[in-house]
């Protein structure tokens, strides 16, 4: 399709659309179409293949019965506010007020968007790590700040400090991390994050956390940043009822903030989706009460799939980096003697009858080399669903 008018022509529709002016679908959508079209599987794109819990799926279906169907407050219902106040507390001693610094948010990609077109005015630097998720580089970009970034190289994906040090300085606006990390499943370490608070004080940076992982991690609780001694006073932590409850199309996130950062963010906020999802709001404020079982058990769930998923590329002959959280893990297809990743993933529906997504994808333009060999595929699937296609690509190395 074709962009009409001359839009495409303006600095923000050349970043946004191909060199050729169309729109320029992701990678995502381009590999599902094709898993679609081939009947491969779809271990592309990381939504999970079964529902969540029923208790959460069952109070939606009430919420809309009785009458949750109309707008709801700017902030979100006081319901949910409550219950991501009262799971901050219970599960990492955090205590934001319900009332003013709790912000509902379609997604956890509205939060980042409201917050980054809030915080960063043109020429500002926004610091994230890199491979980075895709929206980052967009909004930062619609925002007109300047993007930097500090690599996480294969294969055990950690920052070096010493980068974390160059990068960051007195331009810089946000630091912008994301753990659990998509698509390393890389944790963070403890002293890195406590690095991040440390130069975020020096230079007069926000810090804004990107935690949708947050109970997907494995082996290592999960360890919010805004807990870290001096840091909740300048930090906006985001984090999303997708992938914890298996509802990821009903875009109910969040982010907690102190107040004076959150009315700004909540001024975009509301010229974007203003609201979102009234009868999902509830549904998700009966997710976040349920009982400690409930999310040990979706990440033992969880461990036991990338265990599977990884011993099946490792047989087939990949490098496997392990993944200590998220959806995903990455496998390097060089020892197969597949050098560029991205044509692999055109060519694998065909060899192998499985999707994935290059790790190119995440990664600026210039630094695409690094990671060329590189693939993401997801375990949020059946344990049968990985099975075959472990299976199936163990025929690579024939
Ligand atoms: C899935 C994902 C998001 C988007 O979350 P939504 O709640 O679906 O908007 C944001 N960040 C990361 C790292 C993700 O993997």
Redesign the pocket.
Known sequence: MTVSGAWERTARGAMLLGSNGQLRPTIFAEMSALATATGAINLGQ?FPDEDGPIEVLDAARRAITDGFNQYPPGLGYPVLREAIAAHQKRFYGMNPDPDREVLVT?????A?AATILALVEEGDEVVTLEPF?D?YAAIIALSRGVHRTVALRAPDFQPDPDELRQVVGDRTRLILI?NP??PTGAVLSREFLELVVELAHRHDAIIVT?E??EHLTFGTGHLPIATLPGAWERTVTIS????TFNT?GW???WLTAPNRLLEPILSVKQFLTYVNGAPFQPAIAVGLGLPDAFFTGIAAGLQRKRDVLSAGLTKAGFAVSRSSG??FVVADAAPLGFTDAAALCRQLPELAGVVAVPISAFVSDENKGEYASLLRFAFCKHVDVLERASAQLADLRR
């Open positions: 990381g379609a997604g956890a990609t509205e980042l998720y929206s994301n990390h998509n990107d949708v992982y999303s009822g997708g992938k990821t875009k109910i996130g998220s959806y």
